[in-house]
């Protein structure tokens, strides 16, 4: 065991059913867990639901039961959901248990003893979808500054936190602590927020206007505020105020997952409550960005929310979890399509690692069967070989710095390189021409590599890594990272291979019509005389150049791709929360200190697209003439995010 993991994921509300941002989440800390677990860390993996608070008890009311009734209903759709995606929590705690209530109210009365909780009068906006309150100043057009709801004039007695007595330690904290707020953009929106004087926490509901709540232990008139008690799960959960030995073994949480919608409860809120607490803080907090539609947040309000099951039912279970890790960048957003699903499946999945499977288990069974002892490795094999060393080394660093999506791009560049060994090799030649001692060594050679990829690719897709595993004759053997780390991998030599069915066999979307074939044009008599057309650039409609949304950007980030001379990645400020990375082909006539600070133009609604495993999210102007490559900037000072057209 070289150390410990605690990952946790937010508590999911029930109110609804669960949908592709819950799944996400999930799949993103079930993966973690799997690959400490690989690495031999003492690991725990904590998931749950919260059970309270004003929209749990409006949709029992809309329901017509109780609201212990409706949660009782609902939280078996996550529990089951997280089942067929094979996640493999520890733990999943519920906020209407009294494991956590009765913590929840010690640390209540614990904190009211202390001072660290009083009574007072309030005045002020309350949202009930984020069931917050906001003062005047917050709102923004009259109306909740998260979600956009209508806001209610509130005036009532409550009970408060003295967060705002921990507002310099929790910025002196963060400043001194770069890690325990992740990714660095965010800490620093964090601290921005706390730029402003912190106002103390209403942490009560009278039970007059709400009943669905752990009581106050100090008030039987007054409720526990949801986000208050939901918070303490992270500890309750793992034996705090009950089994002091348990608690010591788990907490401090290495991660704490979160979506970075609540980025404001876990970075401010939670820390603050923990330092009066006397509890140490997590190690991090990190709060990955949102799946959107296009450009477009998925919302139920909407209509675009994408429902895990029927992804499942279209590529299967390990097929769609592999798509959300590979896809999104850790922190930034991600664009989910139909499309951009099928079209990883059948490139990464199908014609690269299931071709490589087959490949391999079709030749050795025409070869007897068994994978063969190899002969004296030639270029071709060293240069495979230190493909798969590059990713198992790169998987384990990207790991460790939360760069999940460039690991497994390290491991299809692997796999691709398997491939472009067979076609350098051609065991098939070598097959025909009784070449022997060649073919040994390429066959033993792409087995050997396809079982340390799939377990670097185990924590991501279990169930078809073991298939794969099985294929190449492991049997109950279980290969793991800390053993490929440690270069103690067993020699597959002798063992049998299993004709199996394709890993991934190709998906033709059914969705897609193909087009009708084409009438043959009736023959007509040849001209006597024909006159050719002059050459016109296509005409495009005004509608069609309406499509194309170009704004301005600014530079605020340039650096060199690794492992490409043409390709800069840069991060541009378009105006919106964060800034996009972008990846330009402009290498060779920029630097990247020419680059930055530069108002450019961009393709701002471009299709979201991995080039060499960087994201990039729009598409720069410039124009060449032969050698020459310019940048299309604008006439003077304009803002970032600025629309042309």
């Known amino acids: 065991m070289s150390g410990k993991f605690y990952v946790t994921t937010p508590i999911y509300y029930v109110n609804d059913r669960p949908h592709i941002g819950h799944a996400y989440t999930t799949i993103l800390a079930d993966v973690l867990a799997c690959f400490h677990r690989s690495m031999g860390d003492d690991t725990y993996f904590l998931t749950g639901t919260d059970e309270h608070g004003q929209k749990v008890e409006n949709a029992a009311a809309k329901n017509g039961i109780s609201p212990q009734q409706h949660a009782d209903e609902t939280v078996v759709r996550f529990q089951e959901l997280w089942k067929k995606l094979g996640i493999t929590n520890n733990d999943f705690i519920r906020t209407t248990e009294d494991r956590h209530k009765d913590v929840v109210k010690e640390i209540l009365q614990d904190l009211y003893d202390r001072g660290e909780i009083y009574k007072a009068e309030y005045t002020g906006w309350y949202c009930v979808g984020c069931e917050r309150y906001f003062t005047e100043k917050d709102l923004v057009d009259g109306k909740c500054p998260d979600c956009g709801r209508e806001v209610s004039a509130l005036k009532e007695s409550n009970y408060f936190f003295r967060m705002s007595k921990y507002q310099e330690w929790l910025i002196d904290y963060i400043k001194s602590h770069p890690d325990f707020i992740q990714p660095a953009f965010r800490a620093n929106e964090t601290l921005g927020f706390l730029k402003q004087p912190l106002a103390d926490l209403c942490i009560s509901r009278p039970k007059a206007r709400l009943s669905w709540g752990i009581e106050l232990p100090f008030d039987s008139d007054y409720v526990c505020y949801v986000w208050f008690d939901a918070l303490i799960n992270y500890i309750s959960a793992v034996g705090y105020r009950r089994d002091d030995a348990a608690f010591a073994r788990r907490w401090p949480a290495g991660c704490q997952l979160i979506g970075k919608d609540i980025l404001t409860t876990h970075s401010v809120y939670w820390p603050t409550m923990l330092k009066a607490?006397?509890?140490?803080?997590?190690?991090?907090?990190?709060?990955?960005?949102?799946?959107?539609?296009?450009?477009?947040?998925?919302?139920?309000?909407?209509?675009?929310?994408?429902?895990?099951?029927?992804?499942?039912?279209?590529?299967?279970?390990?097929?769609?979890?592999?798509?959300?890790?590979?896809?999104?960048?850790?922190?930034?957003?991600?664009?989910?399509?139909?499309?951009?699903?099928?079209?990883?499946?059948?490139?990464?999945?199908?014609?690269?690692?299931?071709?490589?499977?087959?490949?391999?288990?079709?030749?050795?069974?025409?070869?007897?069967?068994?994978?063969?002892?190899?002969?004296?490795?030639?270029?071709?094999?060293?240069?495979?070989?230190?493909?798969?060393?590059?990713?198992?080394?790169?998987?384990?660093?990207?790991?460790?710095?939360?760069?999940?999506?460039?690991?497994?791009?390290?491991?299809?560049?692997?796999?691709?390189?398997?491939?472009?060994?067979?076609?350098?090799?051609?065991?098939?030649?070598?097959?025909?021409?009784?070449?022997?001692?060649?073919?040994?060594?390429?066959?033993?050679?792409?087995?050997?590599?396809?079982?340390?990829?799939?377990?670097?690719?185990?924590?991501?897709?279990?169930?078809?890594?073991?298939?794969?595993?099985?294929?190449?004759?492991?049997?109950?053997?279980?290969?793991?990272?800390?053993?490929?780390?440690?270069?103690?991998?067993?020699?597959?030599?002798?063992?049998?291979?299993?004709?199996?069915?394709?890993?991934?066999?190709?998906?033709?979307?059914?969705?897609?019509?193909?087009?009708?074939?084409?009438?043959?044009?009736?023959?007509?008599?040849?001209?006597?005389?024909?006159?050719?057309?002059?050459?016109?650039?296509?005409?495009?409609?005004?509608?069609?150049?309406?499509?194309?949304?170009?704004?301005?950007?600014?530079?605020?980030?340039?650096?060199?791709?690794?492992?490409?001379?043409?390709?800069?990645?840069?991060?541009?400020?378009?105006?919106?929360?964060?800034?996009?990375?972008?990846?330009?082909?402009?290498?060779?006539?920029?630097?990247?200190?020419?680059?930055?600070?530069?108002?450019?133009?961009?393709?701002?609604?471009?299709?979201?697209?991995?080039?060499?495993?960087?994201?990039?999210?729009?598409?720069?102007?410039?124009?060449?003439?032969?050698?020459?490559?310019?940048?299309?900037?604008?006439?003077?000072?304009?803002?970032?995010?600025?629309?042309?057209?």
């Open 277 to 645: 607490m006397n509890v140490e803080m997590p190690k991090s907090i990190f709060a990955h960005g949102w799946w959107l539609t296009g450009n477009t947040k998925m919302s139920k309000s909407l209509g675009n929310v994408v429902n895990p099951m029927d992804m499942i039912g279209l590529v299967g279970v390990d097929a769609f979890r592999y798509f959300l890790m590979a896809e999104m960048t850790l922190g930034n957003d991600a664009s989910f399509t139909r499309e951009a699903l099928l079209r990883r499946y059948n490139s990464d999945l199908a014609n690269d690692l299931g071709n490589l499977l087959s490949r391999v288990v079709k030749l050795t069974l025409r070869a007897g069967g068994a994978i063969p002892a190899p002969g004296e490795p030639t270029g071709n094999e060293e240069e495979f070989n230190a493909a798969v060393d590059t990713a198992v080394s790169g998987m384990k660093n990207c790991l460790e710095n939360m760069k999940l999506d460039q690991g497994i791009a390290a491991v299809l560049t692997a796999v691709r390189a398997g491939n472009r060994y067979v076609e350098q090799c051609a065991p098939w030649a070598m097959a025909k021409n009784n070449d022997t001692a060649h073919l040994n060594t390429v066959l033993y050679t792409v087995a050997a590599n396809l079982r340390r990829l799939a377990v670097l690719l185990a924590p991501v897709m279990p169930g078809k890594m073991a298939e794969l595993q099985k294929a190449l004759g492991s049997g109950d053997e279980v290969l793991t990272i800390g053993d490929l780390l440690a270069g103690n991998c067993p020699d597959p030599a002798g063992r049998m291979v299993q004709e199996v069915a394709p890993l991934f066999p190709r998906i033709q979307d059914e969705e897609e019509k193909p087009a009708a074939p084409c009438a043959k044009p009736e023959k007509k008599e040849k001209a006597k005389a024909e006159v050719p057309a002059p050459e016109v650039a296509e005409l495009i409609t005004i509608d069609q150049f309406c499509k194309v949304k170009l704004k301005t950007a600014k530079v605020v980030a340039a650096e060199k791709l690794e492992g490409a001379d043409k390709l800069l990645k840069l991060k541009i400020d378009v105006g919106e929360a964060e800034p996009r990375p972008l990846v330009a082909g402009v290498a060779k006539y920029y630097t990247p200190e020419e680059i930055l600070g530069k108002t450019i133009v961009i393709v701002s609604n471009l299709q979201p697209a991995k080039i060499r495993g960087a994201e990039s999210r729009g598409m720069l102007l410039a124009a060449k003439a032969g050698k020459e490559l310019r940048l299309v900037t604008v006439d003077g000072d304009i803002p970032a995010g600025a629309e042309i057209g």
